[in-house]
């Protein structure tokens, strides 16, 4: 166990509808990491936030957004919906803001119909 | 562009051979590496790191390789067990000012044979 929650683990919905998903880091760790696996693009980096602020930014679309609040924990926002959204979402914590392992949630699994 | 790439896309040994998992990295500016394995249906897990003063690093079973010189990283398991089979990723850490990014290769597939 990684200490790093994800929620939902499933998520299944129609394309246009906008889904919230929710991680919670391991406990100390300040920076929360946002990715994307699909089957042909491997692990996207998407966001990065440390303490609260945005400290990098990958492959994120506008539709989608995140934030981190106070208590550390992090929501990913997807909005429109597309079928090509369908993936799993990943979402990482390390203690610092960069180099140190990351340790992964289990993922939360969406489907876009 | 700079990618991080892996030679080959399945693995398959025979338990109790030792595995050698290859990675290109094309970005010099890296200077942190890590494994993940990923078992199906969970996130990837840590394996082992080096940084980029580092040619070589152990663990228990795994040792990390890193070649500055022509930027390949490899990632050999001892003994290799059943339990290994997964897929292993090797990840790049690159510096961009205040900002660093982790960039992940495509993966390999370990299968061990009984």
């Known amino acids: 166990d990684s200490g790093v929650t994800q929620t939902p683990k499933h998520l299944i919905t129609a394309t246009g509808q906008r889904v919230t998903l929710r991680c919670s880091p391991r406990s100390g760790d300040l920076s929360v990491y946002w990715y994307q696996q699909s089957l042909d693009q491997g692990l996207q980096f998407l966001i990065q936030y440390y303490n609260g602020e945005e400290r990098a930014k990958g492959n994120i679309l506008e539709r989608f957004s995140a934030q981190q609040f106070p208590d550390l924990h992090s929501e990913l926002n997807l909005s429109s919906l597309e079928l090509g959204d369908s993936a799993l979402y990943f979402c990482?914590?390390?203690?610092?803001?960069?180099?140190?392992?990351?340790?992964f949630g289990n993922g939360t699994r969406l489907t876009v119909t | 562009g700079e990618s991080v790439g892996l030679h080959l896309p399945t693995l398959s040994v025979q338990e109790g051979d030792n595995s050698i998992i290859n990675c290109a990295y094309s970005?010099?500016?890296?200077?942190?590496f890590i494994w993940y394995k990923q078992e199906s249906g969970k996130g990837p897990q840590f394996i082992i790191d080096?940084?980029?003063?580092?040619d070589k690093r152990q663990g228990q079973r795994v040792t990390v390789l890193l070649n500055k010189t022509v930027k390949h990283l490899s990632l050999q398991i001892a003994a290799t067990q059943p339990g290994d089979s997964a897929v292993y990723f090797c990840a790049e850490n690159t510096r961009g000012g205040a900002n660093s990014k982790l960039t992940f290769g495509k993966g390999i597939t370990l299968s061990v044979r009984p």
């Open positions: 990482a914590s390390s203690p610092g803001p960069a180099d140190s392992p990351l340790h």
């Open positions: 970005n010099s500016a890296s200077d942190y």
């Open positions: 080096i940084r980029s003063n580092m």
